[in-house]
């Protein structure tokens, strides 16, 4: 019968064209001129407004991308979800939940009145003050050990040896003066785990870690795949904390845009002000984009066009 044909018909969808669909979007967005190159760190302003890559990497090992993929751009503020799934393997996602939280701070990601509004609940690992208490919590026997646990567990989640960018860390920390600050407040409201300087120095160098959209579409894929990688077929996150880095990441991960994001698009996603961006559809695929002009929030405008359109073409809002 008719009714029959039509239901077997959606049980035998096929896998969306992902190829086209990000090459269409590629096509759409690639003239846009939006947004503003971050300059608040000197060596992120030396970066061209054209760069725009575009990869998809699927829960069954695949990738498909488009543009400038193989162009490495710092990690910035992606990184924070990596050192915060650290911290849950370590720790469980209780500690996680008392020591830093899951709630908006509803202020910009480096806020100091966020700090004393809540007296010194970072509110989330997310925002600048949360990564940093992220970083001090992560268990090592020195800061050489705690640095080296952070880059090994970054490079098996993108099956690749990530390197620091030198230039950009040292344009960061010579200019990290509000984020050195941010720590010794925490500190002084005893939300802090260990030496701030150590923390500071730790969470500049994860966030100057180089990447590009392959290797970042393949760590959000480790989380679209409850946890294990597609591509090297470790088990990087114990499965039953997944939903509570995508939590995470739908609560913060754009700062001040993740309402908004979250009501337009609907998956989880996590911005860096180097321009990167990735969002994840549980059980299918993630998409990472990267062009570096942002919007007031300090999220890529492109990026976000371009999984907005990517999410509707293969229905992936979660709601
Ligand atoms: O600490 C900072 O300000 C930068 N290293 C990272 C901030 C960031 O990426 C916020 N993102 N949108």
């Known amino acids: ?133 992220t970083v001090s919590l992560i268990e090592a026997k020195d800061k050489t050990e705690r640095w080296n646990k952070i880059l090994n567990y970054m490079n098996d989640w993108a099956d690749a040896k990530l390197v620091v960018n030198q230039p950009v860390f040292k344009s960061e920390m010579d200019t990290n003066q509000h984020n050195q600050a941010l720590a010794k407040l925490m500190e002084s409201y005893n939300s802090f785990y260990g030496n701030t300087d150590e923390a500071v120095e730790i969470y500049t160098r994860q966030c100057s870690v180089d990447l590009n959209v392959e290797q970042l579409a393949k760590m959000g894929a480790v989380l679209a795949n409850k946890g294990k990688s597609p591509f090297n077929g470790k088990q990087l996150l114990n499965e039953k904390y997944v939903p509570q880095v995508l939590a995470e990441m739908a609560i913060a991960g754009l700062y001040d845009g993740s309402g908004k994001w979250l009501y337009t698009v609907g998956i989880p996603a996590k911005s860096g002000v180097g321009g990167g961006m990735v969002a994840v559809v549980p059980g299918e695929y993630a998409i990472a984009v990267y062009s570096p002009p942002l919007d007031q929030a300090g999220n890529s405008v492109r990026a976000q066009k371009t999984i907005e359109d990517v999410a509707h073409a293969t229905q992936a809002n979660v709601f």
């Not at 096929?14 to 669909?21: E, H, K, L, T």
């Not at 590629?26 to 190159?37: F, P, T």
């Not at 970066?47 to 543009?67: E, H, L, N, Q």
């Open 1 to 133: 019968s008719a009714s029959l044909l039509c239901s077997a018909a959606v049980w035998a969808q096929p896998a969306p064209d992902y190829a086209q669909i990000i090459e269409q979007a590629h096509q759409k967005y690639k003239n846009n001129n939006d947004g503003k190159v971050a300059d608040y760190i000197p060596a992120l302003a030396t970066y061209s407004p054209k760069f725009y890559g575009i990869a998809i990497a699927t829960v069954d090992g695949k990738i498909y991308k488009v543009g400038d993929s193989s162009k490495a751009f710092p990690m910035e503020s992606l990184s924070k979800v990596f050192t915060m799934a650290l911290a849950m393997e370590q720790h469980g996602t209780q500690v996680v939940l008392d020591k830093l939280g899951a709630n908006a701070t509803g202020l910009p990601f480096n806020s100091g009145l966020a700090v004393e509004l809540t007296q010194g609940a970072p509110e989330n690992p997310l925002v600048n003050a949360g990564a940093m208490s």
